[in-house]
């Protein structure tokens, strides 16, 4: 089956520090890839987004590419703030009526 | 607008009890989910709903009932409330037959058992 693995929580990182949250997948096909992020007291909305291999999503200055020979979708920010602290997911579709399998969630937490 | 909303927001309520929580959805979307989250964040999906019909229905207890009046509302209800179901279910849509099918996300239930 499906899986999504990301690095375990929590990241805490100095404000305009670089980051990188590491995702690494399994499934049969070619998923589509996410990065979902949840701020606090609130649901999962979708940050970015990969469809096919080399495909490189981008949002709000966070950046991540597919890479199917790795079978990974890190997640990166060159510069970030205390705004983006929140908990982040990785997530793969394979397609049609499948589940979408996430991956446990990284909290992120950027101090000034 | 809100494009996904539950409620109620909070509910707090004894072990025992039979509980309902609602979901509506205003995109148009074909799908709808129901996912549970617990206090170390991790998402466990629950049950999803395509055109009114159940797709997906993972190993959830019986007490749990998903409801599909039309494919803009899925309503989750809850027999026999226990301490262990006390969390945060968040209700999803998407639509499933598009290339991306990213799921839209409801703020949430917190519920918490006594």
């Known amino acids: 089956g499906n899986s999504v693995t990301q690095m375990e929580g929590p990241v805490t990182l100095s404000e305009e520090a670089f980051l990188t949250i590491n995702c690494t997948y399994t499934?049969?096909?070619?998923?589509?890839l996410f990065w979902y992020v949840q701020y606090p007291g609130e649901g999962l909305q979708l940050l970015l987004k990969a469809t096919k291999a080399d495909d490189k999503g981008s949002n709000k200055g966070f950046e991540a590419t597919y890479r199917k020979e790795t079978t990974s979708f890190h997640l990166e920010k060159g510069s970030v703030q205390v705004s983006d602290s929140a908990v982040y997911f990785c997530?793969?579709?394979?397609?049609?009526?499948?589940?979408?399998?996430f991956g446990i969630g990284t909290k992120l937490q950027v101090i000034p | 607008d809100t494009a996904v909303s539950q409620t109620p927001k909070y509910l707090v309520t004894q072990m025992g009890n039979d509980k309902s929580i609602k979901c509506e959805q205003n995109?148009?979307?074909?799908?709808m989910y129901w996912y549970k989250q617990d206090s170390k964040k991790f998402l466990k999906i629950m049950f999803s709903y395509n055109n009114k019909e159940l797709i997906i229905n993972e190993t959830v207890p019986n007490r749990f009932s998903p409801k599909s009046p039309d494919k803009a509302h899925l309503n989750l209800h809850i027999n026999s409330l226990e301490l262990g179901d006390s969390a945060v279910y968040f209700c999803a849509s998407s639509q499933v037959l598009s290339s991306m099918a990213e799921q839209y996300f409801g703020p949430g239930t917190r519920l918490t058992v006594t």
């Open positions: 997530a793969l579709y394979s397609g049609g009526y499948q589940k979408v399998t």
């Open positions: 499934a049969t096909g070619y998923p589509s």
């Open positions: 995109l148009g979307h074909d799908t």
